[in-house]
Nanobody, 118 residues
Framework: QVQVVESGGGLVQVGDSLRLSCVAS????????MGWYRQVPGKERELVAG?????????APSVRGRFTISRANSSNTVTVYLQMNNLKPEETDVYYC??????????WGQGTQVTVSS
């Protein structure tokens, strides 16, 4: 099992920055990639950014150049950060972190609310 916990959300102004953190613990050696997603109630969860265990990263076109995903590994945790710059009101969402272990259902965190006020 892998436990995933997000933090770092909050209320910011348009153009501000925010850094989200996601800590995965438990059977972290199975994790092949981790990613950040966001979801507005009533809509599908959409990919924001992802990072593979070997370090390759990928971004949704709408955030490329403004958001940066990174990770830090320890012996029993994997922490993934999402640095978000120049935030826009339409990026007000609940942001979720996902850990992907091949052959298993995805592990999701509980989400962290990001509100961008104009």
């Amino acid at each position: 099992q892998v436990q995933v916990v997000e933090s770092g959300g909050g209320l910011v102004q348009v153009g501000d920055s925010l850094r989200l953190s996601c800590v995965a613990s438990g059977d972290v050696n199975c994790i092949a990639q981790m990613g950040w997603y966001r979801q507005v109630p009533g809509k599908e969860r959409e990919l924001v950014a992802g990072i593979l265990s070997k370090g390759s990263v990928y971004y949704a076109p709408s955030v490329r150049g403004r958001f940066t995903i990174s990770r830090a590994n320890s012996s029993n945790t994997v922490t993934v950060y999402l640095q978000m710059n120049n935030l826009k009101p339409e990026e007000t969402d609940v942001y979720y972190c996902k850990a992907d272990c091949p052959g298993r259902p995805y592990y999701w965190g509980q989400g962290t609310q990001v509100t961008v006020s104009s």
